[in-house]
């Protein structure tokens, strides 16, 4: 299992955890997403083998927040 904590702006409320946590649990291969709305974070633990940053990326910005990890 993988770790990766990317860096997401514009999530300010209890809508955009969920938002970003949700898109992020349907991708196939990611077993947690955790958001920090304090911190800008998320932590996410994948399946390298299932699912890449990339396309953590993706599923996070086409919620309509801006990923920079």
């Known amino acids: 299992?993988?770790?990766?904590?990317?860096?997401?702006?514009?999530?300010?409320c209890g809508?955009?955890?969920m938002?970003?946590?949700?898109a992020l649990?349907?991708?196939?291969?990611?077993s947690a997403a955790e958001?920090?709305?304090?911190s800008g974070k998320v932590d996410v633990t994948f399946d390298e083998?299932?699912?890449n940053v990339d396309a953590m990326k993706e599923a996070v910005?086409?919620?309509?927040y801006d990923v920079s990890a």
């Open 1 to 12: 299992m993988g770790q990766k904590t990317l860096d997401v702006q514009g999530m300010t």
């Open 15 to 17: 809508h955009c955890k």
């Open 19 to 22: 938002s970003v946590e949700g």
């Open 25 to 30: 649990n349907e991708l196939d291969g990611v």
């Open 35 to 38: 958001v920090n709305l304090k």
């Open 49 to 51: 083998s299932k699912v």
């Open 61 to 64: 910005e086409d919620q309509g």
